[in-house]
């Protein structure tokens, strides 16, 4: 079956603009998680879905960030008035169920760049 | 707190040299230990993975095993080859949720 799809594969926007990233996660993985990968910042875990429900949201990095998960699959990460800060590739992750053993598979990432 | 530390890189050896990636941990309880590995242009992969002490993950020659009483959990190859060249990421897993608390990432290059 397919992977982890995320997109789009590059975002480019102007500071202060809302952007949207999305992800699609391997068919029948409940558990899904959005992580940003910078150069300052190295890899960093933003928020984690099980089902549509989000019961740790500990790394989103301020309340411009979002995200929400429909039907157990898609997922949409939202960036409201985007800081060139803000530019990093995001990727994001699903895993079977969860568990502490489970694997989690990547995504290809997107490239957001805020100018 | 909880992170992980592992080697700074470059790592720059020679085809069918020994190699080594330290990492350490600190973590509250018995997480998950990963190692992933980004080779260029690709994202993201696991390399190998170990769920309690003293379990040894290995995969394409690589190997790590996890140490408790050292709260380590490094990467060895005993001889690399040139496809080897990628930035090799350790990480540990939470045990709610298993989010994972990634390492800064060791740039490894191989040369013929």
């Known amino acids: 079956g397919a992977g982890v799809s995320q997109s789009p594969s590059n975002k480019v926007t102007e500071k202060g603009k809302d952007v949207e990233l999305r992800c699609d996660p391997i068919s029948g993985h409940t558990a899904l998680y959005w992580y940003r990968q910078s150069l300052g910042q190295g890899l960093e875990f933003l928020i984690y879905?099980?089902?549509?429900?989000?019961?740790?949201k500990s790394g989103l990095p301020s309340d411009r960030f979002s995200a929400e998960r429909t039907g157990g699959s898609v997922s949409t990460l939202t960036i409201q008035r985007t800081q060139q800060e803000d530019s990093a590739v995001y990727l994001c992750?699903?895993?079977?169920?969860?568990?502490?053993?489970?694997?989690?598979?990547f995504g290809p990432g997107t490239r957001l760049t805020v100018l | 707190g909880n992170s992980v530390t592992q080697m700074e890189g470059p790592v720059t050896l020679s085809e069918e040299a020994f190699l080594t990636i330290n990492c350490t941990y600190t973590?509250?309880?018995?997480?998950?230990l990963f190692w992933y590995v980004q080779y260029p242009g690709e994202g993201l992969q696991l390399l190998l993975k170990a769920t309690k002490a003293d379990d040894k993950g290995s995969n394409k020659g690589f190997e790590a095993t996890y140490r408790k009483e050292t709260t380590s959990f490094h990467l060895e190859k005993g001889s690399v080859q040139v496809s080897d060249s990628a930035v090799y990421f350790c990480a540990r897993g939470k045990a709610a949720g298993n989010k994972l608390t990634f390492g800064g990432g060791t740039r490894v290059l191989v040369k013929p």
């Open positions: 992750a699903s895993s079977l169920n969860g568990d502490r053993t489970d694997t989690q598979y």
């Open positions: 879905f099980q089902g549509n429900s989000a019961p740790d």
């Open positions: 973590a509250t309880g018995y997480p998950s």
